[in-house]
T-cell receptor
């Protein structure tokens, strides 16, 4: 089954701090993972991706870590800004479909 | 330029009606998708088309009928709307189907469907 929760967890951080958003995925055969950001009234927006042959990938202010042993993915956002406030989803490529996690709401306190 | 565009953005209608949502992508992608996002923000694939051919149908009720007139368009027609159909419907596209090559999908901004 999917790594789905019935509630939307919320992470509240102070502006300027680092944020870490975690995700558990379900299929050990999944070979590609994506993080999306969804702002209110908008569609999911691609942030960063990682293939299963890597354990870390860095972008601008964002880093994705992949731990295949425990089927865990994390998104680190450095120096979090108010514009980072959104719902963040991880997604795994499994059985020729993208399976989305349940999402985490990130709130940035000024 | 909007890469994946959906119309309408909002759709309010009564139970039992038939409605359509349209999607167009200008990215030159071969694959398009429809997703449903419920009130808890859970996002789930409904359909996937590659080069106008249906490749994924996630046991969606047959009241939902997608149509792809060409690679750049994927429409969704819904018959006999029910209360449970209330959700946000997202269209997405990618160059190849998920799993064929590792590329992200690009999403439109959604159509919020409300059934009265």
């Amino acid at each position: 089954g999917e790594s789905v929760g019935l509630h939307l967890p919320t992470l509240s951080v102070q502006e300027g701090d680092n944020s870490i958003i975690n995700c558990a995925y379900s299929n050990s055969a999944s070979d590609y993972f994506i993080w999306y950001k969804q702002e209110s009234g908008k569609g999911p927006q691609f942030i960063i991706d990682i293939r299963s042959n890597m354990d870390k990938r860095q972008g601008q202010r964002v880093t994705v870590l992949l731990n295949k042993t425990v089927k865990h993915l994390s998104l680190q956002i450095a120096a979090t800004q108010p514009g980072d406030s959104a719902v963040y989803f991880c997604a795994e490529n499994s059985s020729y479909k993208l399976i989305f996690g349940s999402g985490t709401r990130l709130l940035v306190r000024p | 330029d909007t890469a994946v565009s959906q119309t309408p953005k909002y759709l309010v209608t009564q139970m039992g009606n038939d409605k359509s949502i349209k999607c167009e992508q200008n990215l030159g992608h071969d694959t398009m998708y429809w997703y449903k996002q419920d009130s808890k923000k859970f996002l789930k694939i409904m359909f996937s088309y590659n080069n106008k051919e249906l490749i994924i149908n996630e046991t969606v009720p047959n009241r939902f009928s997608p149509k792809s007139p060409d690679k750049a368009h994927l429409n969704l027609h819904i018959n006999s709307l029910e209360l449970g159909d209330s959700a946000v419907y997202f269209c997405a596209s990618s160059q190849d189907p998920a799993g064929y090559s590792n590329q992200p999908q690009h999403f439109g901004d959604g159509t919020r469907l409300s059934i009265l």
